[in-house]
């Protein structure tokens, strides 16, 4: 048994409640050794995970892994939101007593460190000093060095962080156990995956994985379902996937703050790195604050609704980034960035890394090539040959620093006050480019009834339309109602009201089925549309389900559609959006304490589109 009083004195980690939740669990799992872990560890881990093959050079401070091929997206239905009050359960959280599903998880932990290190990581989600600091502290308990190289990218991390807490019990205990992967029957009825939060004991207990959010517990687990819960209970703040940027005018000196939700893999990241198109670059600047989470929150003493992104780094889409798509993602990951990359294609002669959409054609010469399943390229058998190269959810993880965009105050531990909150994803028909909405209610009514298709960053789903309530279907932690008043609670006691808006890069022509908007870069004119929108400068088109710009208004300059396609993504087809109304309705009454807001907001949809 390790003497891990000896281990913490050593590491010098003196805050009590943390050593006793670490023996607590040294007992229960059993490890041969122990570290602690802080940021300044990086590099000899590093070393250590290249000599024992766990990751490979990717080129000068770059590194590749892969995961288990059955272990590649975050699994739904092993989701499991636990806690002991019944009224927590909701429709998407998959609720279940602590005390049923707890020592169902512990059971399949007992002893499994056994022969392995425990490495304690303790970490902050948020900047040191943020009026959320109280629910941002954490410590990952994991058997996988790979995640503690994954974590001090994404999150802040070190002792110092955790020694000094103003309440040294209140922290989150994060346990992650990779177990036998190869025998834990994923995706079968005897399947014995758990990634299981205990919101209400701030416990986060993970079986099963080496992957993402599945084993970085500070990203999703706590950043996202456990701060969510966190934020209901105390009254305090929401925390939602959302990406947050900034954009700045150079020419009159104004700023905006936008953030907004987009599920899973519809284009957060790109969004949030987004550089001004080049017609509208002199003018334009647009830095970047996050993009996969955001805490909002009311400042008590300006009034103002502020938000920040917990997190310090970013585990990316690999698939059809490029110079085009995604350039400052690129520079993000440019050699000397120490980025890490998972599940992509991999030369193991040259270093290279490879994925779809990187470059035009795959690389012409296959030696060397290796695919996300770790098998050779050369050695594929003709019905292979068309085979992905790297998987549809390989990821690339950096820090914020590393984003050549990234906004001088992205640090501030104040946040930065939210002007716009806009919600979206990938739906082929219906949705326009974008619709402003101005009233609150109508905002969170928008949000809740987001419909998108859903993609490959959960197992089993990709394609499948389904509602998304503001793109936290995956992340629930407690019943929609209460969600939805919280809602409206935090932000209708802002002093300003943001603004909201729904956007759609993603709508398609009926006939080939190529995008009817270029996306990416020229997203931003939405985005400039939407603040003009807000400032009063410019009219929009009032519909039934919010404002729509007018094609003078949109700022074309530099940019040449087809007026086909143009006209259809300023459009609304009020039969398809009448058809949704009934859907809409069957979503929501799934819900029960729904605010009366929320239906009266539907409602008034309902009757603007049976006139229009
Ligand atoms: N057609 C089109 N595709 C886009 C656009 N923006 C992003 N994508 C693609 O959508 C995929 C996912 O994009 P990301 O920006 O990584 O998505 P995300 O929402 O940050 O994903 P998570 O990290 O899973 O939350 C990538 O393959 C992008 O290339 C766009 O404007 N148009
Ligand atoms: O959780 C993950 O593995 C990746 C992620 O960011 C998401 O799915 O939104």
């Known amino acids: 048994m390790v003497d891990v009083d000896k281990v913490l004195d050593d590491a010098g980690l003196s805050n009590e409640a943390v050593r006793d939740y670490v023996k607590h669990w040294a007992e229960h799992l059993q490890p041969d050794r122990i570290e602690v872990v802080s940021a300044a560890d990086d590099s000899r881990l590093i070393e250590e995970a290249l000599a024992a093959g766990e990751i490979q050079p990717a080129g000068e401070g770059l590194y590749y892994s892969r995961s288990y091929s059955k272990d590649t997206a975050r699994s739904e239905e092993r989701t499991i939101v636990a806690t002991s009050r019944e009224e927590d359960k909701g429709v998407y959280n998959n609720w279940r007593h602590s005390d049923e599903i707890r020592p169902i998880v512990e059971g399949h932990m007992k002893g499994a460190f056994a022969g392995k290190t425990m490495y304690v990581i303790p970490y902050l989600m948020a900047p040191p000093g943020s009026p959320s600091e109280k629910y941002a502290a954490g410590v990952e308990i994991t058997d996988n060095r790979t995640v503690c190289l994954h974590m001090i990218r994404m999150a802040r991390v070190g002792i110092d962080l955790i020694n000094n807490l103003a309440e040294p019990d209140h922290f989150v205990r994060a346990v992650h156990v990779t177990g036998d992967l190869p025998n834990l029957g994923q995706g079968t009825p005897e399947d014995k995956r758990y990634f299981v939060t205990v919101a209400d004991e701030r416990t986060i207990l993970h079986f099963g994985s080496s992957y993402g959010g599945n084993a970085l517990l500070g990203k999703i687990a706590h950043g996202l379902r456990q701060a969510a819960y966190d934020g209901w209970r105390s009254r305090e703040f929401l925390s939602e996937q959302f990406m947050l940027l900034g954009i700045k005018d150079k020419e009159t000196g104004k700023q905006w703050h936008v953030c907004g939700g987009f599920p899973s893999a519809s284009g957060k990241t790109n969004l949030a790195m987004t550089l001004a198109p080049d017609a509208l670059g002199d003018r334009y600047h647009v830095s970047f604050y996050g993009d996969d989470i955001a805490w909002l929150w009311v400042d008590p003493d300006s009034g103002e609704l502020m938000g920040l992104n917990p997190e310090n780094g970013v585990f990316g889409v690999a698939k059809d980034t490029n110079e085009k798509t995604n350039p400052t993602a690129l520079d993000s990951i440019a050699p000397g960035s120490q980025a890490l990359f998972t599940n992509v294609a991999y030369n193991d002669q040259t270093h290279e890394v490879w994925w779809e959409g990187k470059t035009p ?53 104040k946040g930065v006050r939210i002007d716009a909150i806009i919600f979206g994803g990938r739906t082929r028909d219906r949705e326009p480019l974008v619709r402003a909405i101005t009233d609150l209610a109508e905002g969170v009514y928008d949000g809740l009834t987001l419909g998108a298709e859903a993609t490959f960053a959960a197992e089993g789903v990709e394609g499948k339309l389904r509602y998304d309530p503001m793109s936290m279907r995956p992340f629930m932690s407690y019943a929609e109602g209460p969600y939805a008043q919280h809602w409206l609670d935090i932000v209708g006691a802002a002093k300003h009201q943001p603004i909201f808006a729904h956007v759609n890069w993603f709508q398609r022509d009926a006939g080939d089925g190529h995008f009817l908007w270029p996306g990416y870069r020229e997203n931003l004119r939405a985005l400039l549309w939407l603040c003009q929108f807000k400032d009063g400068e410019v009219t929009g088109r009032q519909t039934a389900v919010g404002v729509i710009p007018t094609e003078d208004e949109l700022g074309m300059e530099g940019l040449d559609l087809p007026q086909a396609d143009l006209d259809r993504i300023l459009d609304i087809d009020i039969e398809r959006w009448r058809e949704e109304m009934g859907h809409r309705q069957e979503h929501l009454e799934q819900f029960p304490n729904l605010p009366e807001e929320i239906w009266v907001a539907h409602r008034r949809v309902a009757e603007a589109l049976d006139q229009a």
Do not use: C, M, Q
Request: net charge negative; no cysteine.
């Open 361 to 413: 054609e795959r690389p012409a010469d296959t030696a060397g090539w290796i695919d996300w399943k770790g098998e050779r390229i050369a050695d594929r058998s003709p019905d292979e040959a068309g085979d992905p190269w790297a998987h549809p959810n390989s990821r690339f993880t950096t820090s914020l620093a590393n984003v050549p965009n990234v906004a001088a105050d992205y640090n501030d531990p």
